[in-house]
């Protein structure tokens, strides 16, 4: 099976910084897009950035300019630099990916797969 385990989170103060690791492991054939979701309290979860496999990158207005997304095909990780945090960056993140894996010799699946999430609280 597959697994995504998240790295990185804590407790920074406003204009601090953070960087987040999510490495995936298991019967993977390839991995399509990687990304990082954010849930507030009391919010819906929401996308913050994206990543495809050829590098292309997306990000929510809320964060662009702040935050970069990066991936490492070689080791399956994925990374979010969060730079010039604020107060309502405070959420937990978690980390996404559209994965194929193999079933079986000729046979594979594509499903998406969650990370366990990492909490990320910004001081004021």
């Known amino acids: 099976q597959v697994q995504l385990v998240e790295s990185g989170g804590g407790l920074v103060q406003t204009g601090g910084s953070l960087r987040l690791s999510c490495a995936a492991s298991?019967?993977?054939?390839?991995?399509?897009?990687m990304g990082w979701y954010r849930q507030a309290p009391g919010k819906q979860r929401e996308l913050a950035a994206g990543?495809?496999?050829?590098?292309?990158?997306t990000y929510a207005d809320s964060v662009k300019g702040r935050f970069t997304i990066s991936r490492t095909n070689a080791n399956n990780t994925v990374y979010l630099r969060m730079n010039s945090l604020k107060p309502e960056d405070t959420a937990v993140y978690y980390c996404?990916?559209?994965?194929?894996?193999?079933?079986?010799?000729?046979?594979?699946?594509?499903?998406?797969?969650w990370g366990q999430g990492t909490q990320v609280t910004v001081s004021s």
């Open positions: 996404t990916a559209t994965i194929v894996t193999a079933l079986a010799p000729a046979v594979s699946s594509i499903s998406d797969y």
């Open positions: 298991g019967s993977i054939v390839k991995i399509n897009t």
């Open positions: 990543i495809t496999s050829g590098g292309s990158t």
